[in-house]
């Protein structure tokens, strides 16, 4: 086996030290305006208009939340995120007033899958004091780590791209009666779904129609469903953008490197394949042993990979020392994985965090600046 250098453990370590997140007592709004020159069509109303301003639904990260407040400002209300910019749903906790506000909002929407490890409990008592929550996660066809190549096994011989185009998400097949209750029930929760279906551009669309059509059952206000509707297409519109600026990545620099197994749906969809992570686990809570780091630092010498991609939110001092390891240079790169960026960051919204992240990986991955 290779021999690390004592700088590369001694740097894990430190790294993992540092990987802890802050909490929040307040809630953060959810309200994202929707993109420039998006205008939502009014529609007849079953129920009365929210009030201006009313809370008509609560969420859990700052992605999610950004759709979420997308669709309730456009129908007449607000929304709220319970974790702030930064804040790693893996680890997060709630505190008493963001539970209590949990129960007293029409809807309250989770990523699910197991994402919000340690909000569970919050959620449950929140559902069990009469909350209606909808789970995401297991809606809009999730997948196995295996099915995103976010295993353990560094299998390089296959492409395992399954193409979900925008055409197999379509708006119809969403109805109300597709996510009701017993519906999650059937779902495999045992911990083998990848969680991070947010980053397939795709997957948030049908998101986006799902939580609109939930909100105007909760409200009685058919408006929301409409601007799920046009958030929905708003996002399938993106979803072709990313396309076309990943289009410029030859076949052969299609391989991805990431801190933690969290990009396999945006290798899933946009063609690429995952052959490594620096802490082989979906969770940042996860350690990497000296044999991972290893295995990493040799597959990207096999492979010649240019880059790794790292969460902005996070420490990148151990994917520093892996790529200060390899015998060429290999940039580290910092992506928006799990929350949005903070004013000036290019991030502010669901959509401009993913039109960041597709730029970011073109310009580290293209003929250009690789090996």
Request: charged content about 20%; some cysteine; aromatic content about 4%.
């Amino acid at each position: 086996m290779r021999r690390l250098s004592r700088s590369l453990l001694l740097c894990g370590a430190a790294a993992l030290a540092l990987a802890g997140c802050s909490l929040t007592d307040d809630l953060t709004p959810g309200a994202t305006p929707p993109a420039e020159g998006s205008t939502a069509e009014e529609s007849a109303t079953e129920g009365g208009a929210p009030t201006p301003g009313e809370l008509v639904a609560m969420t859990t990260t700052t992605p999610l939340g950004s759709i979420v407040g997308q669709i309730a400002q456009c129908g007449g209300g607000t929304a709220a995120t319970i974790m702030g910019i930064g804040d790693d749903p893996h680890s997060f906790q709630p505190s008493s007033e963001q539970v209590a506000a949990m129960v007293n909002a029409p809807l309250v929407v989770i990523s699910g899958l197991g994402l919000e490890e340690s909000l569970l409990s919050a959620v449950a008592a929140a559902e069990a004091d009469g909350a209606q929550v909808l789970e995401i996660g297991p809606l809009i066809e999730p997948l196995t780590f295996d099915e995103t190549g976010g295993s353990d096994d560094h299998d390089h011989d296959g492409d395992g791209h399954e193409d979900h185009a925008a055409e197999d998400h379509a708006a119809d097949e969403h109805a109300t009666d597709e996510h009701a209750t017993d519906e999650h029930e059937d779902h495999d929760h045992d911990g083998d779904l990848d969680p991070h279906w947010w980053l397939d551009v795709s997957r948030m669309a049908t998101a986006a129609g799902i939580i609109g059509d939930e909100l105007a059952e909760q409200t009685g206000n058919a408006d929301f469903a409409a601007c799920g509707t046009e958030i929905e297409q708003e996002l399938r519109t993106l979803d072709q953008e990313i396309e076309e600026t990943l289009a410029i990545i030859p076949t052969e620099n299609r391989k991805l490197v990431t801190d933690h197994r969290a990009f396999g749906y945006f290798a899933n969809r946009y063609g690429f394949e995952m052959v490594g992570a620096v802490v082989p686990s979906a969770s940042t809570d996860a350690e990497a042993s000296s044999a991972d780091l290893a295995e990493l630092i040799h597959t990207i010498e096999e492979l010649q990979i240019p880059a790794i991609f790292t969460n902005v939110a996070s420490p990148t001092a151990l994917a520093d020392a892996v790529a200060a390891e390899v015998g060429f240079d290999v940039q580290v790169v910092s992506l928006f994985t799990e929350s949005l960026g903070p004013e000036g960051s290019g991030a502010e919204s669901y959509q401009d965090m993913m039109r960041s992240n597709a730029e970011l990986v073109a310009e580290a991955l293209s003929s250009l600046n690789s090996h």
